[in-house]
């Protein structure tokens, strides 16, 4: 139930995606400048690009809804694999000693290399 209820949920998707992007496009979105009467008038509720959105729309947020109500009750606790338990994994082997920090070296040996260089402002 729940996988076919997901399918015809990605097909609801699909055709909602596609319905919306065939609309004409009546400019200023959500600011609405364009015609005042565009999007509320009878003429443009009757229209079938409308009408389809809605329907698609609402089935989309009902699937939606089923869907995550049917996870919620169908979700039964996985299986878990006992199959290495006893099992033991050997330890990776030692890592290679770090390189000897070259400043460092040269600071116990008294080098001027691990000074830092003069800029010039000493008088």
Excluded: Y
Excluded at 2 to 26: D, G, K, N, P, Y
Excluded at 29 to 45: F, I, K, Q, T, V
Excluded at 51 to 58: E, N, Q
Aim: no cysteine; glycine share 10%; hydrophobic share 55%.
């Amino acid at each position: 139930m729940f996988t076919f209820l997901l399918v015809v949920h990605i097909i609801v998707a699909a055709a909602l995606v596609t319905v919306i992007l065939m609309q004409r496009s009546e400019g200023g979105g959500l600011a609405s400048g364009g015609n005042p009467g565009g999007l509320m008038s009878a003429r443009g509720a009757a229209d079938f690009l409308t009408r389809a959105t809605a329907i698609l729309a609402t089935m989309f947020v009902v699937l939606s809804i089923t869907l995550a109500a049917l996870a919620t009750v169908e979700g039964t606790p996985g299986k878990i694999d006992t199959s290495l338990v006893g099992k033991t994994a050997t330890a990776p082997a030692a890592p290679a000693p770090a390189p000897a920090d070259p400043l460092a070296a040269a600071a116990a040996q008294g080098s001027d290399a691990a000074a830092p260089a003069n800029s010039g402002n000493a008088q």
